[in-house]
């Protein structure tokens, strides 16, 4: 058995820490939920013990929504990356 995500708060006013998830591959319908559901709440997941490559980490992201390079303009919401 998978064990199960843990989210805690970061802070007492952003971010929240996700643990025993594994980035480098697709999340789960439920987990993706849970973890845009805190995204929405906190402003900030922060998943630290991660080891993914660029592209890993690209993909990961883009499962929140759209990803901009680093220094893009939007005018729209969207998941930045920073390398």
């Known amino acids: 058995m998978l064990p199960t995500m843990e989210l805690t708060a970061a802070s ?10 594994d980035l480098r591959t697709p999340l789960g319908a439920v987990d993706l939920a849970v973890l845009r559901g805190e995204l929405a ?3 900030l997941l922060h998943c630290p013990g991660q080891d993914l490559s660029d592209a890993e980490h690209v993909e990961a992201v883009a499962q929140f ?4 390079s680093e220094g893009a303009s939007s005018t729209h919401t969207s998941t930045v990356l920073s390398t």
């Open 12 to 21: 007492p006013a952003l971010g929240a820490t996700v643990r025993e998830v």
């Open 41 to 43: 709440r906190s402003s």
């Open 65 to 68: 929504g759209p990803v901009a």
